[in-house]
C-alpha cells in the first residue's frame, strides 16, 4: 500500500545544496547485478535513493523515469513494480501529487507494529533507534506484526517518543484463531493472541456452522480502520478449548505461522530423488574417508553439522561440516520462497513446524549416518591456546561415521564407559581430540570475556493423553559445550569471511547496552557497594569480571538476573557490529541452514564468492539484506511467542489440578502490581499480586528490583526465595495465580521499617 501524504504539513527538508549545482552521476554501483536478472535493467533502488537525494525534491514517475533515461516498455514496467515495492517497504513514500519522497527527508519513521495485550503498541523503527509509542486511538488501525509509517509528535507522559498513524505499509495477518462468541444477535472472534485486542465482526453468512465456545480460524475480510473493527468469515472449526493438542493449533493460527506447503512446493519436491546423484558430488572435496560424526540430542530428527577433529603441528585442525541446504533450494524458487516465509522452525514440546518439507530437512539435506551428503565445510587451524589461525571454506561430500548423542558423548569422555568405549573404539581417539580442541576453544573464550550466564532450560513430558506429566531440567554436559564451541568457531570464520569479500549478507548482531539500561544498571550495582568498569561503553569483559567476582555472594543471582535484563535483544541485521554477549568482533549464523534462513543465505553468500563472484554481482543488494533481516528477526520472535504461548497453556492447564497446593519457588519478576514467581520443582511461573501480599501498602522500587511494605518494611526482591500457594487459575488468559504461604519468613524478608523520613527521602529519589 502506498503513503499518499499532505506535503504542506510534510515538506521535505531542503537540500543544503541547490540542485542544479550537484554533480549528477546515473553510475550505479549494482549494474552488474542488474544485468544477470533483466533483459532490460533498471537502475537498482540504492541508484534510485541516490538520485533522489541528488534531486532534492520528491519527483514524479515519469521525471523519474526521463532521468533514468529509462524507454523500452519493460524497463518502465520494471520501474513501477521496482518503486511499488520500495513504497511497500518504507523506503519512499508519495505525496498527493504522486511524487515519490524519501522517507530520510521527512519526519517520518516506518517500521514494525507491536502490539500490546492493554490496547496500546510500539513502532519499532526499521532503522533502529527508540521504539516509538502508540497510543490505544492509534492502534485502532493496526494489528500486531503490521509496517507502518507514522509521524512522530512529542512524547508521551513518560517520555517516550509518541507517534501517530500516516499509513499502512503491509498488512501482515490475514487470518486469526480465538473463541468464536455470540452475543445479542452479534458473531465476532475473540482472537487467541493477546496481542490483538480488537473483536472481529463475523456477518451471519460467513459463520459456517460455527457454535459458541468453539475455537475457530476466521480470514479477515476487511482490515480495521480508524472507526472500524476487521471483519471476517469462519474458515475451520477447530473444536472444543481442552481437546488434545488444540493449544498448538491456536498458536499455529494465532500468531499466523505458516504451516502448509503450497502445492508449487509439492511440486517441486517431486522432483528430487531420496539420494545424491553423481552428478551434484562433481566438482566438491570428497572428505567420505573422513570420520566425521554428528553429535545431537536423543530425539533430534535433523542434523545439520558434523564434526572432526586431528592433531595438528601447530595444534589442531577442526572441520565443521554442515549440510548444503543452498545446493537444493535455489534463490528464487517457490521452495525458497516458501523457507523465508517461514523464516525458522517452530519447536514445540511436542511437534515441529519445519522450514523445510520433511524429504529435505530428514532427508537430502539431514546428514544421518553411512549415506553421502552434499556439505559447506568450514576447515580451520586452532592453536593450544584456542585462537583460530587459517581457515578456508569449501564445499564437500561426505558421509557421516556416526550419530552421537550429548548423553553418549559424555559417557565416553567425562565417565569413561567402557562399553561405549568398546563400542565405538575406532572414533573414541578423535572424540578425545574433540575433547582437547574443545577446552582450547573455551579457554579462549575466557580469556576474551565472553559473558556466560547461568540458565536452565527445561523439557516436558505428556502422558499418553498428551497432557504434562512432568517438567525436567535439562543438565548441560561437556558433549553440549563442545559442538557450542565448534559452531562458534565457524560462525566466527563465516562472519570473517564475509566481512572481507565486503557482501552484503545477514550477521547475527548482539549490541551492548543502551545509555538508559547502563545507567541503571550502574545505579543498583552501586547500592550493593558494586561497579562495572568500562566507562560509559563496558565490554563483555567488564560483565564477566563483575560476575567472577561475586560468584561466591548469596546475592550473585540477583546480579546476574539484573545485569543479563540490560542486554539487548539479537537480531538479524547486514550491518556487521559484532556480538557483544559472545565479546565477538564479527559473528554469523552459518551452522544451522535446515531451520534458520538467515544460515541459507550466509551459505549462498560463501558459495557465490568460491564460485568466482563479486560482491558487485551478488544477487542481493544491502537494501534487500536490511529487508531479510527484519523479516528472520521478526520471524524469530514470532515463532518464540507462539511456543510460549502453548507451553502456557499447557502448564496452565498442569497446575489447575494444584490449586491450594504450596511450593518453593524464586521471585522472577518485581512490578507495581506484583511479583512473578517459578516454581524450583515445576519451572511453572505464577504472579503474587500486590493485594495478596501480606496487609500493608507497597511501594514499588524499580531501581532496586524490590517490593517494600511501607509499614512493616517486608522486602520482595528479585531472585529472593518464597514459598508460595497456588490460588487460583485461569486457562484462557494462561495465568497462574500465587498467594504468599507459611509463615512471614516464608512470605519476604524483613528489614527495618520505613520512617517518615526514609518515605520523604523515597519520594524525592522517584
Known amino acids: 500500500m502506498s503513503a499518499h501524504l499532505d506535503e504542506r504539513s510534510l515538506m521535505p527538508k531542503r537540500s543544503k545544496v541547490p540542485p542544479q549545482h550537484k554533480k549528477a552521476s546515473l553510475a550505479d554501483p549494482f549494474a552488474e547485478r542488474e544485468a544477470g536478472k533483466y533483459e532490460h535493467p533498471i537502475p537498482s533502488r540504492e541508484a534510485i535513493l541516490h538520485w533522489l537525494d541528488q534531486a532534492g525534491q520528491p519527483l514524479p514517475y515519469e521525471r523519474l523515469a526521463r532521468d533514468l533515461r529509462l524507454t523500452h516498455t519493460d524497463a518502465l514496467e520494471a520501474l513501477s513494480r521496482r518503486l511499488a515495492a520500495m513504497l511497500r517497504d518504507g523506503q519512499l513514500v508519495q505525496n498527493r501529487r504522486a511524487e515519490y519522497c524519501l522517507i530520510k527527508r521527512l519526519p517520518l519513521v516506518a517500521g514494525v507494529v507491536i502490539g500490546h495485550r492493554d490496547g496500546f503498541g510500539f513502532l519499532k523503527p526499521d532503522e533502529g533507534g527508540d521504539d516509538v509509542f502508540l497510543p490505544p486511538r492509534q492502534m485502532r488501525a493496526l494489528l500486531h506484526g503490521d509496517r507502518a509509517l507514522v509521524r512522530v509528535q512529542g512524547q508521551d507522559a513518560r517520555g517516550r517518543p509518541e507517534g501517530s498513524l500516516v499509513d499502512v505499509l503491509e498488512r501482515n495477518t490475514h487470518e486469526l484463531a480465538g473463541r468464536y462468541v455470540e452475543e445479542h444477535g452479534v458473531s465476532f472472534l475473540q482472537p487467541d493472541n493477546p496481542r490483538i485486542t480488537h473483536t472481529v465482526l463475523i456477518p451471519a453468512a460467513a459463520r459456517n456452522g460455527a457454535r459458541p465456545g468453539q475455537m475457530v480460524v476466521v480470514e479477515l475480510t476487511e482490515q480495521p480502520g480508524k472507526q472500524s473493527e476487521p471483519i471476517g ?117 511436542d511437534r515441529v513446524i519445519p522450514m523445510l518439507p520433511e524429504a529435505l530437512s530428514n532427508g537430502l539435506c539431514s546428514i544421518n549416518p553411512q549415506v553421502d551428503r552434499l556439505c559447506m565445510v568450514c576447515d580451520m587451524r586452532v592453536s593450544a591456546d584456542g585462537s583460530i589461525g587459517r581457515a578456508r571454506f569449501y564445499e564437500g561430500v561426505m558421509r557421516s561415521a556416526a550419530r552421537f548423542t550429548y548423553t553418549k558423548v559424555a559417557a565416553i569422555l567425562a565417565t569413561k564407559d567402557e562399553k561405549l568405549r568398546r563400542e565405538h573404539a575406532g572414533l573414541v ?108 561503553e563496558p565490554q563483555a569483559l567488564h560483565y564477566a569480571r563483575l560476575l567472577e567476582k561475586v560468584k561466591d555472594r548469596p546475592d550473585k543471582m540477583l546480579i546476574q538476573t539484573v545485569l543479563l535484563r540490560s542486554l539487548s535483544q539479537a537480531v538479524y541485521s547486514p550491518a556487521d557490529i559484532g556480538h557483544f554477549g559472545l565479546a565477538l568482533t564479527h559473528y554469523a549464523h552459518f551452522t544451522s541452514p535446515i531451520r534458520r534462513y538467515p544460515d541459507l543465505l550466509v551459505h549462498r553468500a560463501i558459495r557465490h564468492m568460491l564460485r568466482g563472484g563479486t560482491a558487485k554481482n551478488f544477487q542481493y543488494s ?145
Request: charge should be neutral.
Open 233 to 349: 468469515r469462519v474458515t475451520r472449526i477447530l473444536g472444543e478449548r481442552h481437546a488434545p493438542g488444540m493449544e498448538v493449533e491456536l498458536a499455529i493460527h494465532a500468531h499466523g505461522l505458516p504451516h502448509e506447503w503450497p502445492a508449487d512446493v509439492e511440486r517441486e519436491m517431486r522432483a528430487f530423488s531420496g539420494e545424491v546423484p553423481e552428478t551434484a558430488r562433481q566438482g566438491r572435496i570428497d572428505l567420505r574417508a573422513m570420520p566425521l560424526v554428528t553429535i545431537d540430542g536423543e530425539d533430534a530428527r535433523d542434523f545439520d553439522d558434523a564434526v572432526y577433529c586431528e592433531k595438528a603441528a601447530d595444534g589442531f585442525r577442526l572441520i565443521v561440516a554442515i549440510a548444503d541446504v543452498s545446493h537444493y533450494v535455489a534463490s528464487g524458487s517457490a521452495l525458497d520462497h516458501e523457507a523465508r516465509s517461514r523464516g525458522t522452525s517452530v519447536y514445540f514440546p
Open 429 to 536: 581417539p578423535q572424540l578425545e581430540t574433540l575433547h582437547r580442541v574443545y577446552h582450547a576453544l573455551s579457554r579462549a573464550r575466557a580469556k576474551r570475556g565472553a559473558i556466560d550466564f547461568d540458565s536452565t532450560e527445561t523439557r516436558i513430558l505428556f502422558d499418553e493423553n498428551r497432557k504434562i506429566e512432568a517438567i525436567k531440567p535439562q543438565m548441560r554436559n561437556d558433549a553440549h559445550r563442545l559442538i557450542e564451541e565448534c559452531m562458534i568457531a565457524a560462525n566466527v570464520e563465516a562472519a570473517r569471511f564475509l566481512h572481507k569479500h565486503e557482501l552484503p549478507a545477514l550477521y547475527r548482531v548482539h549490541a551492548g547496552p543502551d545509555t538508559e539500561g547502563l545507567q541503571e544498571v550502574r545505579d543498583f550495582l552501586g547500592s550493593l557497594g558494586l561497579s562495572l568498569g568500562g566507562g560509559r
Open 622 to 766: 544491502m537494501t534487500q539484506m536490511e529487508n531479510l533481516g527484519g523479516h528472520c528477526s521478526m520471524a524469530e520472535r514470532r515463532a518464540d511467542e507462539a511456543t510460549r504461548d502453548a507451553v502456557s497453556w499447557l502448564k496452565a492447564e498442569y497446575m489447575q489440578d494444584r490449586v491450594g497446593e504450596e511450593f518453593d519457588g524464586i521471585i522472577t519478576g518485581v512490578t507495581p502490581f506484583g511479583v512473578f514467581v517459578q516454581l524450583n520443582e515445576l519451572y511453572v511461573e505464577g504472579l503474587v499480586h500486590v493485594t495478596s501480599l501480606p496487609s500493608d501498602y507497597y511501594v514499588h522500587d524499580a531501581r532496586g528490583h524490590r517490593m517494600v511494605g511501607e509499614r512493616s518494611g517486608r522486602v520482595y526482591r528479585l531472585t529472593d526465595a518464597i514459598r508460595v500457594r497456588v490460588s487460583k487459575v485461569n486457562l484462557d488468559d494462561r495465568k497462574i495465580d500465587f498467594e504468599p504461604a507459611g509463615s512471614p519468613a516464608h512470605a519476604g524478608r524483613n528489614v527495618r521499617p520505613m520512617t517518615r523520613h526514609t518515605k520523604k527521602a523515597r519520594r524525592k529519589k522517584r
